[in-house]
């Protein structure tokens, strides 16, 4: 681990989470892993978000400041509505508006940090939708980081074709590997993407690719939650596709034993928890599709009634479906049909403690990035249905590592039906020559999610570049 010394002393850092808690969990891990280092760091975010953040580890906790920025008011926005978890679908343009106005209070908290020498932040970590946090970095002359997720998303986004390809074919090769990912990604798929890409009918004035574009114009360098033994495929193409460096994080995996944090409920009395003590080794198929996009009230049935006819074991952590008129989503006699193998939870589950439990087997999940890290901490192999985002990305370079196989989706719509689903959870779970090849492809993602030195090094490394350049800077 990074070892401060009277020749390197600490850093200020300033960490810019977006909205989401896909985001603000894994930056407050990173924020966490800093301070541990000596660091000191001020994660920025708004009040509500910040309330609603587990605890920081004690050892960490006093090198690291909550900053709460007052989120604008936005006429037709939802009273509280400060992360995308608050937000319905349709709303999500009127909550970047509210985000793009952070920017006068954030420049207001680095003008005022700034005006101290004792304060001025060494660096600014900033998602890479944060273009104003960006800008502000410039205004103070504070070298600015753009944090990007995977490299599996980045390689499928659409990117502007290269004016003289025939100049460097080694960069025209890189940027073919990366048309080649977008011709894999599916038309349902394709359809968001373009929403992503050109933000046609926004009311907020701006893509999500344009407020990235910016960023990283705006920034010295680039990182990324990954690694080059996660993302063999995907990761030698960012600095090419990029044109600047990216220096890697690692994982940012939680610790394995779900201990990290106190979560005001012990995992081990929860009934989700006792009801697995109950099951076989392995048997269960955990569900959970995150909390970002719910399904639709079609899609909860045919899943329901795909995991009843698998027949096996299934614990399913289930929100209300999008439109839902009544509190029950499920087909009627779904719940009776399948208790003697089946249990459905719609509260808080424990996800850490349920999948550490040794009866789970694999898990049903939507493959948002922090899901894939939980699951693979484990070993677990997947049963894959990606909703939004980078999840198809990520779904198809677990399916092209045999992790896991994706429930059969029509191509068009995106849609899926109880045999598709039926099918996949089947072969991931039923014992057999295909299961035993998913579960050992797992263990090899679980070989590089839990090496802890591994992880560690990237911390280490990444902070060394921090600090040269710091160095530098002062000189």
């Known amino acids: 681990m990074d070892a401060l010394s009277s020749s390197s002393p600490p850093l200020r850092i300033v960490i810019c989470p977006y909205l989401a808690f896909g985001h603000l969990l894994p930056y407050l891990e990173l924020a966490e892993r800093l301070a541990l280092r000596g660091h000191t760091v001020s994660y920025v975010s708004t009040a509500r978000n910040l309330a609603r953040l587990p605890p920081l580890r004690p050892a960490a906790a006093p090198r690291v400041d909550l900053v709460a920025l007052p989120l604008p008011r936005v006429d037709g ?12 679908v349709a709303d999500r343009e009127l909550h970047w508006k509210a985000f793009d106005g952070l920017a006068a209070p954030f420049e207001e908290f680095l003008a005022a940090a700034c005006a101290d020498e004792g304060t001025r932040p060494h660096w600014i970590i900033a998602d890479c939708f944060h273009h104003w946090a960006a800008a502000a970095a410039l205004e103070h002359k504070v070298p600015c980081a753009s944090l990007l997720a995977t490299a599996a998303m980045l390689a499928a986004v659409p990117r502007p074709p290269l004016e003289h390809p025939e100049a460097d074919p080694a960069v025209a090769a890189v940027f073919e590997r990366a048309a080649a990912a977008r011709r894999a990604v599916p038309s349902y798929e394709r359809k968001a993407m373009t929403q992503f890409v050109t933000g046609h009918g926004t009311s907020s004035g701006m893509s999500s690719l344009q407020r990235c574009i910016l960023t990283e114009k705006r920034c010295t360098l680039t990182a990324i939650m990954s690694c080059v033994e996660w993302e063999p495929e995907s990761f030698p193409l960012l600095a090419t596709l990029l044109g600047k460096p990216v220096l890697p994080l690692g994982l940012l995996p939680p610790l394995p034993d779900g201990g990290r ?33 719910p399904l639709g009230e079609e899609q909860v049935r045919e899943l329901a009634l795909g995991l009843e006819l698998a027949g096996t074991r299934f614990l399913w952590a289930l929100r209300k479906p999008i439109g839902a008129d009544n509190d029950d989503p499920l087909p ?45 901490l484990f070993g677990h192999p997947l049963v894959m249905l990606p909703i939004f985002g980078d999840q198809g990305p990520n779904a ?17 719509d995106g849609s899926f039906d109880s045999h598709g689903v039926a099918s996949a959870v089947r072969a991931v779970m039923v014992e057999g020559e295909e299961r035993r090849g998913f579960v050992a492809n797992a263990l090899k993602m679980q070989a590089v999610v839990g090496d802890k030195e591994l992880q560690d090094r990237y911390i280490d490394e990444f902070v060394q570049h921090l600090r040269s350049y710091a160095a530098a800077g002062a000189n």
């Open 261 to 293: 944090r106190a979560t005001g409920t012990d995992g081990a009395d929860h009934a989700t928890v006792q009801w697995l003590d109950e099951q076989p080794a392995g048997s269960v198929v955990y569900v959970a599709l995150g909390s970002e996009v």
């Open 332 to 376: 009627p006699g779904f719940e009776e049909r399948t208790h003697d193998r089946g249990l459905v939870a719609t509260g808080w589950v424990p996800q850490m403690s349920i999948l550490a439990h040794a009866a789970v087997g694999g898990f049903l999940t939507h493959c948002g990035r922090n899901s894939l890290m939980e699951g693979l």
């Open 396 to 412: 198809r370079q677990m399916e092209a590592k045999k992790v896991g196989l994706q429930v059969a989706r029509d191509k068009d």
């Open 77 to 88: 926005l939802p009273e509280g509505a400060e992360s995308t978890n608050d937000v319905p």
